[in-house]
């Protein structure tokens, strides 16, 4: 179609809705194409209600006929909602991941625009210290000790909104008692502020930089307003963190913003003070404890630039920023990075290509690279830089295998282990026991019988929780009381078999009654403020033993720790997915990296019934860089990521032959595709079961598609979700594809 004769008189819409197409509606009358830009919210009737949409493209015609499409009723923006290059890398990436496109636009907004809300967040009420309160010292208040923690709050803080008020101090009343007293007042103002730029200040306090910190910063800083990502790996306690910083400082002084995405267990006050105390500008924060109204005014912060630092998780890789000069994403290998359900995209890969689109420099951080991240800056793609010693006077870590075959085990301890925990007490040090698996027991047996309570829906045994008496399914949630006795055999001899977090503190406990301890994980932190709370307690020193899962081991800056403590690792040396020693190897090294952070020794105690396994002996003897480019060389033999690339398509049911006709049936025609295209190097694999066949009361099933070539594998792929949909068994199952998916299980 010539553009002379191109009358736009539809438009192309984007709804929410999980089918694989815009939908057309006429331009309403009167009204302009102009005024109707590509980008705009629009409201637009959907059956019997209405639902609002995004204008994608104009249309001169429609496939339907003319008199079914109906007007769009209103528009609700006057221009485009998102800067031209994110709209455009909006467009890309739900293209490249294969989501139906409203689905991917749309959920990828705040939820109040999503609904069609004004751009505008509305004022939100925060509260400060009054004259008086300012002059009120932490002694006054010594008798409301709620009072006294708020007060030193707003001494740090200066102004905290309601929300932050309940996370971290919890309670309302102390809150109403201060205001009462005249100490306290709520004020409103638009957050942020526009002119940081001019009021920038950046603290002089800063470390000197060893030298490979400032050949780093040198680099990065020597890259600006062009396309270059940059693999910083970094030991960890290497002073990555510090790089960043001084990175980003030109980049703020330019009057640009810097994105910053951070693994959700990132996202601590700890990290958000570290970047206010070298920054004086406002930092939009977006992560998922926020409500809706304070993610629309974070949103907005960085759209209107109101705010100069923008840091975030996964999800924020689509905040529209008014100037962004530069991304980094710390601890770019973490697995949070990539979404798993639903649209699946991986946050990383898109600041990549979003670097590629606003032409940024790009940071990717890490202690343990991804095998892909780390093949690209080994290929020259990316600039590597490294640190291969920890800053300060931090030194190496420690490390020691406890062979634990044959050896008598106390709830999961060996008396070895708890001889070192005492000496590490003793001489003042704190110390960190890992365990990635929560609750009292993972099974509980029948000590008659053997017979396992094992989950109704999953193929999975119930996870004992002692605490609160219940049997739960960490797979799909269902949950019930304890049994008193065996459905089997009757004995009410039932026995929590393996330990889990909730058992090791009851031990830790009792071999170490005079020092409290302190359990991070899923249920500890429940209640919000707690997790704050527990890694504040474990700053000041208030405990000496720390307990959890990921959530206590990664990230975190804990000075005083000097022992940690892998309980377990063996569950992961003989997994059959192929990333399993990736993740293995990743894991060890950040939860080791949480000792001798500052002046002391740090010591890495692991358990285990395989000393000599030769994944354990060669990431201990030769460090995770090694172990790295060991595994990649053994992927390249194997024809694994990132030499090949993947797809995956997975299929559930309640009737497992559904499932698996399905993607016999999908087998088909991609395999005819294949043919027809004469497109080579690429194969299916399978319909197999999934590694765990049955979830949630649905049988699984998977379809792995791999080939030589991103781009064959796209080629291949086009079209054919279409033609699935098609497929009448569609119809009962539930189906997805994931691409470069992460998590095969
Ligand atoms: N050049 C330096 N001189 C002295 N101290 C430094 C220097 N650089 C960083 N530090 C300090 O070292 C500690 C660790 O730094 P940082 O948290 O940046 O490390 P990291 O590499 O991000 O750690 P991880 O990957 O383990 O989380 C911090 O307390 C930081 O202030
Ligand atoms: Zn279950």
């Given at each position: 179609m010539s553009s002379t004769n191109f009358t736009p008189r539809y438009l192309k819409v984007a709804l929410?809705?999980?089918?694989?197409r815009l939908f057309d509606y006429r331009l309403p009358e009167g009204e302009s194409a102009t005024d109707w830009p590509a980008g705009i919210r629009v409201k637009v009737p959907f059956g019997k209600s209405h639902r609002i949409g995004l204008l994608v493209e104009h249309a001169s015609s429609t496939e339907w006929q003319p008199e079914q499409v109906k007007p769009a009723q209103q528009r609700l923006d006057d221009q485009p909602l998102l800067p031209e290059s994110l709209w455009q890398l909006s467009l890309w990436s739900a293209k490249y991941y294969q989501h139906a496109l409203g689905d991917a636009l749309l959920s990828t907004l705040p939820t109040k625009l999503r609904e069609g809300g004004a751009l505008s967040a509305g004022n939100i009420r925060q509260w400060r210290l009054t004259a008086a309160g300012q002059q009120t010292t932490p002694a006054c208040l010594s008798r409301a000790k709620a009072q006294q923690h708020l007060l030193s709050l707003f001494q740090q803080e200066q102004a905290l909104t309601d929300n932050a008020i309940a996370e971290q101090a919890g309670s309302r009343s102390a809150l109403l008692a201060m205001e009462k007293k005249a100490l306290i007042e709520a004020f409103s103002i638009a957050?942020?502020?526009?002119?940081w730029g001019e009021k920038l200040q950046i603290s002089s306090d800063t470390p000197v930089l060893n030298k490979e910190q400032a050949a780093a910063v040198a680099a990065i800083r020597g890259s600006q307003q062009q396309f270059q990502p940059f693999l910083l790996e970094g030991v960890t306690g290497s002073g990555k963190t510090e790089v960043y910083l001084q990175a980003m400082a030109p980049v703020l002084e330019a009057g640009k913003q810097v994105l910053m995405l951070v693994p959700e267990i990132g996202l601590t006050p700890q990290t958000l003070s570290r970047f206010q105390k070298r920054f004086n500008c406002p930092i939009a924060m977006l992560h998922s404890g926020l409500n809706d109204t304070e993610r629309l005014d974070a949103w907005l912060q960085a759209r209107d630039n109101r705010a100069g630092i923008v840091i975030g998780t996964r999800?924020?890789?689509f905040t529209p920023c008014h100037q962004l000069g530069m991304i980094i994403v710390d601890e770019?290998?973490?697995?949070?990075?990539?979404?798993?359900?639903?649209?699946?995209?991986?946050a990383r890969d898109l600041a990549v290509a979003r670097s590629q689109k606003e032409q940024l420099p790009l940071l990717l951080g890490s202690a343990t690279p991804s095998l892909e991240t780390l093949q690209n800056a080994l290929h020259g793609r990316y600039q590597h830089l490294q640190l291969r010693s920890r800053a300060g006077n931090a030194q190496a870590v420690k490390h020691q295998l406890l062979d634990i075959k044959g050896r008598p085990l106390d709830q999961g301890f060996s008396p070895e282990l708890l001889g070192l925990i005492k000496q590490h007490l003793h001489n003042d040090g704190q110390v960190l026991v890992f365990l990635n698996r929560r609750g009292y027991a993972p099974s509980l047996i029948c000590h008659e019988c053997g017979y396992l309570e094992e989950c109704r829906r999953c193929d999975a045994y119930y996870t004992l929780h002692q605490r609160t008496g219940l049997l739960q399914c960490h797979h799909c949630g269902s949950q019930k009381p304890v049994p008193h006795q065996c459905p089997e055999c009757g004995s009410t001899r039932l026995l929590g078999r393996g330990v889990g977090t909730e058992q090791l503190e009851q031990a830790l406990q009792r071999h170490f009654p005079e020092h409290p301890c302190i359990r991070i994980d899923r249920d500890s932190t429940r209640r919000k403020g707690a997790l704050d709370a527990f890694l504040g307690q474990i700053k000041r020193g208030e405990a000496k033993l720390l307990l959890g899962t990921q959530m206590l081991a990664k990230g975190h800056h804990f000075p005083e720790v000097t022992l940690v403590v892998i309980?377990?690792?063996?569950?992961?040396?003989?997994?059959?997915?192929?990333?399993a020693p990736e993740r293995l190897g990743q894991l060890i090294t950040q939860v080791a990296g949480r000792a001798g952070r500052a002046g002391k020794q740090g010591t890495l105690v692991m358990q285990t019934h395989h000393p000599e396994h030769i994944l354990l002996q060669d990431l201990l003897q030769n460090g995770y860089g090694h172990f790295a480019r060991t595994a990649l060389s053994e992927r390249k033999q194997a024809q694994l990521p990132p030499f090949r690339h993947l797809a995956l398509f997975r299929a559930e049911s309640h009737r497992s032959e559904d499932a698996e006709a399905f993607l016999m049936q999908l087998s088909a025609l991609l395999q005819q595709k294949l043919i027809e295209s004469a497109i080579e190097l690429g194969a299916v694999l399978g319909p197999m079961p999934a590694p765990?066949?049955?979830k949630a009361g649905r049988f699984r099933w998977q379809l792995l598609l791999e080939s030589a070539e991103r781009k064959t594998l796209h080629q291949w792929l086009h079209g054919i979700l279409v033609q699935a949909e098609k497929l009448p068994i569609s119809r009962k199952i539930r189906w997805s594809l994931d691409i470069d998916p992460q998590d095969l299980s």
């Open positions: 929410s809705v999980p089918m694989r957050s942020g502020d526009a002119k999800s924020a890789i770019e290998h973490d697995m949070s990075l990539k979404q798993q359900e639903g649209y699946r995209y991986h309980m377990d690792v063996d569950g992961a040396l003989f997994s059959a997915d192929f990333r765990m066949e049955r």
